[in-house]
């Protein structure tokens, strides 16, 4: 298993695009099979995302082949897609480092090449993007072309039809590549679109049907018939009835697994005037099989072999949040009918999977679609139901607008089961869920939870279920520390902190899952750690309590520092009219980079070690 570029000998000559627009076309379909074998293999020895990756090969060929990238924008959706571009844009020797501390992003990336024209992670922004930069095109008229690529998941999202209607709307060159790997072409149907799609998009077609607009623009009745016509007759071969209405000319459906087909339609429609769609037919998992016949699970990889037909399961131990999570749902679904569970696209990651196929009258997947879950959820609740909102922190940024006008100013019971919240390592700045308590903490309204354990947090979340207002349990990637889960659940007093470990001098108000970094820290101090578990309401009798005790007060979180939970207990100590200097613990103002979670605590001074420099310096 060589991760050698001299064994990928036409690779290895076109590791920038300016080298690959020397090669003959003839090469580019083995061209494809090299990069496709050299990632696999460096993903199989760093982990990362496959699937994707391997469904967008003879694209990122094609496109990289036809337009003169880097002066050319071209604007990737998620990023997840996007590792063949890398490989191609002067990279591939740093592909083993992907995702890793100091290593290559997941995501393009900006500041990483001039080929990365947007810094991404989250789906449905590319065309907005790309419509932005053919705007700016169009006004430096130097033949700029501006290609967006999205995947038919992320147009389940809003902003993409938002972005597509106003491209629609203001005619400018642009093209939208949509990679559509959910359904198969049969051959003849294939060969069939693939036919059209040459013919669409080729000089002759374009002349006449370019032409006939003008000889009819002084016939309207005969223009309006021409245009029927024209619209039936594509209709009953192409499925772009919609975004023909949207102002796009659409083309397609194509095999994207044709590179010299990609390259021949591509080379046509970068002529073409106007917003223009291809829609392609890929296969994620393309060309391993393994990765074909389950593309979910080969999404996101561990390091596995390659030869071996399965991924490594991962060691037994502690159950993760997400698990303890997806029990929760299992559980009080089965004692609460009125339980609704909806997921924006995440249902294996937040752990839904077993409440899916347990309740499927119950569970709901709102697509890509962050601000339509959130909403979908208040509309439950207007009717009676108890909604379960289960959401990465850094998604339900997305949805900030409808947390707080459709479930806050309506004192709705929505229940946001937050997960990732705090440095979820890998996937970098676009993942983070840095800013959760800040932007919840400040909505009327809202009970803000931070668990501590496993166990805490399924008792939280009976605790938000039974609530008649909104609440939030934010809890991490990862399983946090060793305890026991009781199987009953038990609602926790509203607003109600616990000592964890009583000391002198020091006091440590710890809120979720780094409270055995305080302890270790403590030991040493001899300080007192209170677990506050809830953000909001405060407990705002125990941080009198200690400030009266203690003469030094720190507060600890994974979260931005600038407006989180340290900040909510400086604001009650000046309501308080309670003198005393307080030391606030947390993520630093600026975005944190990619690293495993352990490195990333290390780093920023957040593990045991950390927190005793942090605090010996403040108090030197």
């Known amino acids: 298993m060589s991760l050698d570029l001299n064994d990928y000998p036409l690779l290895a000559k076109a590791q920038l695009p300016a080298d690959l627009r020397n090669l003959p076309k003839a090469q580019l379909p083995e061209l494809a099979d090299e990069l496709r074998q050299y990632l696999l293999r ?23 082949y036809v337009y003169n990238t880097p002066f050319d924008r071209l604007v990737w959706d998620v990023g997840h897609q996007a ?44 065309i907005s993007a790309a419509l932005g930069m053919a705007i700016a095109a169009d006004r430096e008229q130097q033949g700029r072309r501006v290609v967006a690529v999205i995947g038919d998941g992320a147009l389940t999202g809003g902003m993409a039809f938002e972005a ?8 400018k060159d642009m093209l939208v590549i949509i990679n559509d790997n959910e359904m198969s072409i049969s051959e003849n149907v294939g060969a069939l679109n693939n036919h059209m799609a040459r013919l669409m998009s080729g000089r002759l077609y374009t002349t006449i049907r370019e032409g006939g607009k003008k000889a009819l623009s002084g016939m309207p009745p005969i223009k309006e018939l021409a245009r029927r016509a024209e619209e039936h007759l594509k209709g009953m071969v192409v499925p772009g009835t919609l975004f023909e209405e949207l102002g796009f000319n659409y083309i397609g459906p194509i095999d994207g697994h044709d590179v010299d087909g990609l390259v021949e339609t591509l080379s046509n429609m970068r002529s073409l005037n106007g917003p223009q769609i291809l829609h392609i037919m890929t296969k994620k998992g393309k060309g391993y099989k393994p990765a074909e016949e389950d593309p979910i699970g080969y999404h996101g990889v561990p390091k596995f072999n390659i030869n071996e037909a399965k991924l490594p399961k991962s060691k037994p131990g502690r159950p993760s949040f997400s698990k303890v999570f997806g029990d929760w749902l299992c559980d009080m679904a089965a004692k609460d009918d009125k339980l609704m569970a909806i997921t924006p696209a995440m249902r294996e990651g937040s752990g839904m999977v077993e409440f899916s196929q347990k309740f499927p009258e119950q569970y709901f997947d709102a697509a890509i679609a962050e601000q339509h879950a959130v909403t979908l959820g208040a509309g439950f609740a207007c009717e009676g139901y108890r909604p379960v909102v289960a959401i990465y922190s850094t998604f339900l940024q997305r949805a900030y607008d409808q947390a707080i006008h459709d479930v806050g100013i309506m004192n709705l019971p929505v229940m946001f089961a937050i997960d990732r919240g705090g440095l979820v390592g890998a996937d970098g700045q676009t993942h983070q869920g840095a800013f959760d308590l800040s932007f919840l903490r400040c909505i009327p309204n809202f009970t803000v939870m931070a668990p501590a354990d496993a166990n805490e947090c399924r008792q939280m979340l009976y605790t938000g279920h039974q609530m008649e207002t909104p609440s939030a349990v934010r809890y991490p990637r990862g399983s946090g520390m060793q305890v026991d889960i009781d199987p009953d659940m038990t609602a926790l007093p509203i607003g109600k902190a616990e000592i964890r470990r009583q000391g002198e001098s020091i006091c440590i108000f710890s809120f979720g899952t780094f409270l055995p970094y305080a302890l270790e820290a403590a030991e040493q101090l001899n300080a007192t750690v209170v677990n506050m578990r809830f953000v909001k309401p405060l407990d705002e009798a125990m941080v ?8 030094k007060l720190v507060t600890l ?5 600038m407006g989180g939970a340290g900040s909510a207990v ?42 005793i420099k942090q605090i010996e310096r403040y108090w030197q």
Not at 44 to 61: K, P
Not at 557 to 561: G, L, S, V, W
């Open 83 to 126: 590792y063949p571009h890398k490989i191609l844009t002067g990279r591939a020797k740093q592909m083993p480092t992907i995702r890793q501390k100091d290593g290559l992003h997941p995501f393009p990336w900006r500041e990483e090449s001039e080929y990365d024209t947007l810094s991404v992670g989250h789906s449905t922004t590319s």
């Open 544 to 551: 009198a309590e200690m400030a009266a005790s203690h003469d």
């Open 164 to 171: 597509l209607n106003h491209a629609g709307d203001i005619h």
């Open 570 to 611: 400086v604001e009650s100590l000046n309501r308080q009219r309670i003198a005393k200097n307080v030391l606030q613990l947390g993520l630093p103002d600026r975005f944190i980079e990619q690293g495993t979670q352990e490195e990333l605590h290390q780093m920023l001074e957040l593990d045991g070690p950390g927190i």
């Open 42 to 64: 460096c993903v199989s020895h760093s982990s990362g995302h496959l699937a994707s990756g391997l469904g967008t090969v003879e694209l990122t060929v094609a496109l990289h």
């Open 557 to 561: 979180e994974e979260n931005a520092i």
